[in-house]
T-cell receptor
Framework: AQTVTQSQPEMSVQEAETVTLSCTYD???????LFWYKQPPSRQMILVIR??????QNATENRFSVNFQKAAKSFSLKISDSQLGDAAMYFC?????????????FGQGTILTVHP | DSGVTQTPKHLITATGQRVTLRCSPRSGDLSVYWYQQSLDQGLQFLIQ???????AKGNILERFSAQQFPDLHSELNLSSLELGDSALYFCASSVAPLAKGKQYFGPGTRLTVT
């Protein structure tokens, strides 16, 4: 079974600054995918970024980028030029490849506060 | 808007009752997933269907059941409800069960059991 751990229950950042959210995971799978989801106060789950484990290059999506360290089983999210709209709960999620049928295993979440 | 719809948005019911949550996946998506988000358990996978067939089960209680219909919409049935079943229930869809693509989440149904 896979586990996902987010060790930071809460983080805060000043507007326009950079913040990094941490995530570690444990798996015996060699083929898998990692995700960061954002959940704003509306409770909608929004996919922020995705990383395929077989790709060495870190994924980026505009102001969002990841630091994927496969050997260390670490997958952190960096948010640059933070905006007030980035305030939300962020979840790290794992999905095994192969015949796992796609279920997501989530971490406990990190609440991000953005100060103006 | 993800394209996944869930009804109702809110549901308040009493202990011991039975409710049905409904989900319509994005157009073209064959796979549907149900997740439960509660304060004490976090976000947990419940069950997955692909093109009408059950494909994977997670931490789903025996009091809960689901199905996917020929038009691909899915229903999650919760019976003999307990206070601890109060949670936000999400449906997500993807093109196929092994797709490398995204899972698109619906807005959720908030269930309150009193």
């Amino acid at each position: 079974a896979q586990t996902v751990t987010q060790s930071q229950p809460e983080m805060s950042v000043q507007e326009a600054e950079t913040v990094t959210l941490s995530c570690t995971y444990d798996t015996s799978e060699s083929d898998y995918y990692l995700f960061w989801y954002k959940q704003p106060p509306s409770r909608q789950m929004i996919l922020v970024i995705r990383q395929e484990a077989y790709k060495q290059q870190n994924a980026t999506e505009n102001r969002f980028s990841v630091n994927f360290q496969k050997a260390a089983k670490s997958f952190s999210l960096k948010i640059s030029d933070s905006q007030l709209g980035d305030a939300a709960m962020y979840f790290c999620a794992f999905r095994a490849g192969g015949t796992s049928y796609g279920k997501l295993t989530f971490g406990q979440g990190t609440i991000l506060t953005v100060h103006p | 808007d993800s394209g996944v719809t869930q009804t109702p948005k809110h549901l308040i019911t009493a202990t011991g009752q039975r409710v049905t949550l409904r989900c319509s996946p994005r157009s073209g998506d064959l796979s549907v997933y149900w997740y439960q988000q509660s304060l004490d358990q976090g976000l947990q996978f419940l069950i997955q269907y692909y093109n009408g067939e059950e494909r994977a089960k997670g931490n789903i209680l025996e009091r809960f059941s689901a199905q996917q219909f020929p038009d691909l919409h899915s229903e999650l049935n919760l019976s003999s409800l307990e206070l601890g079943d109060s949670a936000l229930y999400f449906c997500a869809s993807s093109v196929a069960p092994l797709a490398k693509g995204k899972q698109y989440f619906g807005p959720g149904t908030r269930l309150t059991v009193t």
